[in-house]
């Protein structure tokens, strides 16, 4: 049976998530808590793993219910309370990255990389298929890498790839519907790994050959716009939005 396995935010944009057992869709589309707060530089750009791989060197772990972020850089811990503390989190920060930073807040919809869309979806034979296609690589290390919110399990591999295109229909997880809006083309982020950021030159091309070799029928080519794609960006439907998601919800199509 077909089954909502795991739901991962990223309270912080570019940094670590956390797991949750339940979500509730924001009225922007989103999960709640994801890509709520994110540190901008003050070119006005985002800081994020496409900027600096010094985002990867650093640990952070949010408690949803307390509001607390703590930061780990080289054995130095802190813990800040948000948003209260956000002076002392951007001084912080601030040191780290080598440059003054500003935290932002978006509780609507978050600082998502898209103008639609809100949860990524990804099954977890998925991962197991793309850990397969590298040596030593976990399934823990691939979903770290391509940070997806909503993960389902009980379906086959790419099976999140059948609802974009022209005649692609939508899945419900619960009572919750989920529409496709697009496969997401990757950036340089999952070419690294996610502990260190040491870059692997040969990851994009390897994963572009296998995905060509490895599309399943049901698979509309020509909704993809690159092959370096991985996982659902899904959209859902204004008058779902203000439901919740929980760990364990049957999924349909």
């Not at 640990?59 to 703590?70: G, I, K, M, N, S």
């Not at 054995?75 to 503390?85: A, H, K, Y």
């Not at 050959?209 to 029928?217: F, Q, S």
């Amino acid at each position: 049976m077909a089954e909502l396995a795991r739901l991962r935010v990223y309270p912080v944009k570019a940094l670590d998530g956390i797991d949750v057992d339940r979500a509730r869709i924001t009225d922007g589309g989103t999960l709640e808590y994801d890509r709520e707060y994110a540190l901008f530089a003050d070119d006005g750009d985002p800081i994020n793993g496409v900027r600096t791989d010094a985002v990867h060197r650093l640990t952070a772990a949010f408690d949803p219910d307390d509001r607390e972020l703590t930061l780990t850089r080289d054995g130095d811990e802190r813990t800040f309370s948000l948003p209260d503390e956000r002076d002392s989190l951007e001084r912080w920060c601030g040191t780290y990255f080598g440059e003054d930073v500003t935290l932002r807040r978006d509780r609507s919809g978050g600082f998502v990389d898209r103008q639609r869309g809100g949860p990524s979806v990804v099954s977890t034979a998925t991962l197991r298929e793309v850990a397969s296609w590298f040596d030593g690589m976990t399934v823990k290390s691939v979903r770290r890498r391509i940070r997806a919110n909503v993960e389902v399990d009980g379906v086959p591999a790419f099976w999140e790839d059948r609802f974009v295109g022209e005649t692609a229909d939508g899945f419900s997880i619960g009572d919750v519907r989920f529409e496709g809006v697009e496969p997401c083309v990757r950036c340089i982020v999952p070419e690294r790994d996610p502990d260190t950021g040491a870059h692997d030159p040969t990851f994009r091309q390897r994963l572009v050959e296998r995905r060509r070799e490895t599309y399943p029928e049901w698979v509309d080519r020509d909704a993809f716009r690159s092959d370096y794609s991985l996982m659902l960006i899904a959209d859902v439907p204004p008058e779902h939005r203000g439901e919740a998601l929980t760990v364990g919800d049957s999924v349909s199509w």
